[in-house]
């Protein structure tokens, strides 16, 4: 069974840094792109993030071009998001989610399986 | 980016109704068009992939039809459980993006 556990969301002051994490289980981790997505409190769903199954390619939102980065450790089955800095803009639920194609079957990530998602609030 | 627009905002109806609901493009995504499905407190779930594709357990009321700029999702006879916000979400280009969603309420 395919399994996605974020963590890491914390509240954060504005101008802070935070680091999330998705580890995945039940699958070949290194076989697939992973991506992140956000939904601010009562909103609608937002892209954030993707990187390719081989890490060599990274996609970014250009609302968070240049303040996030996006990696993997295949060693670890964990996706990461670094984040810094973070303004009330960037308060949500941010959930990671799962390619469906294998490795570059794809040009664009076809999702399947979502986290559960971790709650990122910024406020001082 | 590409515009998805979702029509209606909100479909109000009962339980064993047909639900249509849209989906619109700002320009062709081909047929790279997923729906998802979000209950309250809940996690999003993939219901169609590629505009008419069941995603892995989604029972066979749900289906999805549509190429190029036009997208239709159809729940063939509401079931207690769909009642739900539902988004359209594009991988035709980047950046993905979603629509506004349509929210199936209970009449």
């Known amino acids: 069974e395919v399994q996605l556990l974020e963590s890491g969301g914390d509240l954060i002051q504005p101008g802070g840094s935070l680091r999330l994490s998705c580890a995945g289980s039940g699958f070949s981790f290194s076989d697939y792109a992973m991506t992140w997505f956000r939904q601010a409190p009562g909103k609608g769903l937002e892209w954030v993030s993707t990187i390719s199954h081989s890490g060599m390619k990274t996609y970014y939102a250009d609302s968070v071009k240049g303040r996030f980065i996006v990696s993997r450790d295949d060693s670890k089955n964990t996706l990461y998001l670094e984040m810094n800095s973070l303004g009330a803009g960037d308060t949500a639920m941010y959930y990671c989610?799962?390619?469906?194609?294998?490795?570059?079957?794809?040009?664009?990530?076809?999702?399947?399986?979502w986290g559960q998602g971790t709650l990122v609030t910024v406020s001082s | 980016e590409i515009v998805l627009t979702q029509s209606p905002a909100t479909l109000s109806l009962s339980p064993g109704e047909r639900a249509t609901l849209s989906c619109r493009a700002s320009?062709?995504?081909?047929?790279?068009l997923a729906w998802c499905q979000q209950k309250p407190g809940q996690a999003p779930r993939v219901v169609i992939f590629?505009?008419?594709h069941r995603a892995t357990g989604i029972p066979d009321r749900f289906s999805g039809s549509g190429s190029g700029t036009d997208f239709t999702l159809t729940i063939s006879s509401l079931e207690p459980e769909d009642f739900a916000v539902y988004y359209c979400l594009q991988r035709g280009s980047w950046p993905l993006t979603f629509g506004g969603g349509t929210k199936v309420e209970i009449k």
């Open positions: 590629d505009a008419s």
């Open positions: 320009e062709s995504v081909s047929g790279f």
């Open positions: 989610a799962k390619d469906g194609c294998y490795a570059t079957s794809c040009v664009t990530p076809r999702l399947d399986y």
